[in-house]
């Protein structure tokens, strides 16, 4: 049972590239979500999906987007790299949208 | 006003000493709470969550105050391996929200 897993751990982007970081769990969780992190500030949600085809937009959409085609795999795709997304970035996945959230163990993207 | 707030700190203690975090959350009709612990670079852990009468795991304790929307963490008996960012962490429609996190660097 590996949880919730991200990759890659690392990523250095250009500006307007695009790329998409993978998250998978395998805890049958119907509730997924991303959120970033910036060095010394708490947890911000980028998109959420309560389930296979269903997502919906978190604090911080913009610049980002999202699918969820499985229950397990819930991508997030960067189109047009900036450096304002410069942060690491945290999958999660929950039974419940208000019970204990598991974490991925984060991809950091640098973006110059 | 931010929807949780914390005490960013950081908090510098001797091993053994006993430390309290607090964190006020402004929406009153929040039903769960949690405290997650964060590593360095690390992905966030729940430590605990938060009952209305209040839990204790060990050297940990935490408190709701739902009148005043607060909520404590206690840790006794401060270890080295206690240092780590706590994350005060409440639920605001449907969703979990967490505060920036209070840093804690326990010192021999």
């Known amino acids: 049972n590996a949880g919730v897993t991200q990759t890659p751990k690392f990523r250095i982007l250009k500006i307007g590239q695009s790329m998409t970081l993978q998250c998978a769990q395998d805890?049958?969780?119907?509730?997924m979500y991303w959120y970033r992190q910036d060095p010394g500030m708490g947890l911000k949600l980028i998109y959420y999906?309560?389930?296979?085809?269903?997502?919906d937009k978190g604090e911080v959409p913009n610049g980002y987007n999202v699918s969820r085609s499985t229950t397990e795999d819930f991508p997030l795709r960067l189109e047009l790299a900036a450096p304002s997304q410069t942060s690491v970035y945290f999958c999660?996945?929950?039974?419940?949208?208000?019970?204990?959230?598991?974490f991925g163990p984060g991809t950091r993207l640098t973006v110059l | 006003r931010k929807e949780v707030e914390q005490d960013p700190g950081p908090f510098n203690v001797p091993e053994g000493a006993t430390v309290a975090f607090n964190c006020t959350y402004s929406?009153?009709?929040?039903?769960?709470f949690f405290w997650y612990r964060q590593d360095c670079r690390k992905e966030p852990k729940l430590l605990m969550s938060?009952?209305?009468s209040g839990n204790e795991d060990g050297r940990f304790t935490a408190q709701l105050n739902r009148a005043s929307q607060y909520i404590s963490l206690l840790i006794r008996d401060s270890k080295l391996s206690d240092s780590a960012t706590y994350l005060c962490?409440?639920?605001?429609?449907?969703?979990?929200?967490f505060g920036q996190g209070t840093e804690l660097s326990v010192k021999p």
């Open positions: 999660a996945s929950s039974q419940g949208t208000t019970d204990t959230q598991y």
């Open positions: 805890m049958n969780h119907n509730y």
């Open positions: 999906s309560v389930g296979a085809g269903i997502t």
């Open positions: 929406n009153s009709a929040s039903q769960s």
């Open positions: 938060v009952y209305s």
């Open positions: 962490v409440v639920t605001s429609a449907g969703k979990l929200i």
